[in-house]
T-cell receptor, first 115, second 114 residues
Framework: AQSVTQLDSHVSVSEGTPVLLRCNYS??????LFWYVQHPNKGLQLLLK??????LVKGINGFEAEFKKSETSFHLTKPSAHMSDAAEYFC?????????????FGTGTRLLVSP | NAGVTQTPKFQVLKTGQSMTLQCAQD?????MYWYRQDPGMGLRLIYY???????DKGEVPNGYNVSRLNKREFSLRLESAAPSQTSVYFC?????????????FGPGTRLLVL
């Protein structure tokens, strides 16, 4: 079965410094991988996704992630944090390819941004 | 274009009461989903509907039923609420249920069962 591990439950950064949110996945197939963001009391919004095209994926709001098969990682980065980036981030892996895609969610990383 | 909408936003129930959570999407998507979110556990799939007229169980279906009323609407029913069903419920939709499809989420319903 597919699984995803988010290595940090909380990450704290200062505004203007780089962001790194770590995610490792387990998959027997070529997975689809996603990062979603959830702002307080809001639904989830897609940041970016990897579906076996370019390994460096660019998303919204300056975020990007690199798929590294050898390390089974899909870490999320941003060069410079903004206060508005404070939210919870979920790494998500897709179940093996079949007629129905089942998403498996990580437990989330809460990003705190201080002035 | 409202995307995915859910009603109600908040609900308090007593144990044993029933209620229906409503979800609608205006993106002409074929597939719809119900998830629950509990602290420290990420989102877990309750039920899904790959296309209009079909529904299937997800990871945690016990205590729930669903109805795909039409292409736009997918409701979740709790027949006899239990405190263990206290959670935040999210509805989502996607164009198809195939691999790599993006799911679009509603704002959630916060449910407290006393």
């Amino acid at each position: 079965a597919q699984s995803v591990t988010q290595l940090d439950s909380h990450v704290s950064v200062s505004e203007g410094t780089p962001v790194l949110l770590r995610c490792n996945y387990s998959s027997s197939y070529s997975p689809s991988l996603f990062w979603y963001v959830q702002h307080p009391n809001k639904g989830l919004q897609l940041l970016l996704k990897y579906t076996s095209a370019a390994t460096l994926v660019k998303g919204i709001n300056g975020f990007e992630a690199e798929f590294k098969k050898s390390e089974t990682s899909f870490h999320l980065t941003k060069p410079s944090a903004h206060m508005s980036d404070a939210a919870e981030y979920f790494c998500v892996v897709s179940d093996p390819p079949r007629s129905f895609q089942k998403l498996v969610f990580g437990t989330g990383t809460r990003l705190l941004v201080s002035p | 274009n409202a995307g995915v909408t859910q009603t109600p936003k908040f609900q308090v129930l007593k144990t044993g009461q029933s209620m229906t959570l409503q979800c609608a999407q205006d993106m002409n998507h074929n597939s719809m989903y119900w998830y629950r979110q509990d602290p420290g556990m990420g989102l877990r799939l309750i039920y899904y509907s790959a296309s209009e007229g079909t529904t299937d169980k997800g990871e945690v279906p016990n205590g729930y039923n669903v109805s795909r009323l039409n292409k736009r609407e997918f409701s979740l029913r709790l027949e006899s609420a239990a405190p263990s069903q206290t959670s935040v419920y999210f509805c989502a939709s996607s164009e198809t249920a195939g691999a790599g499809e993006t799911q679009y989420f509603g704002p959630g319903t916060r449910l407290l069962v006393l």
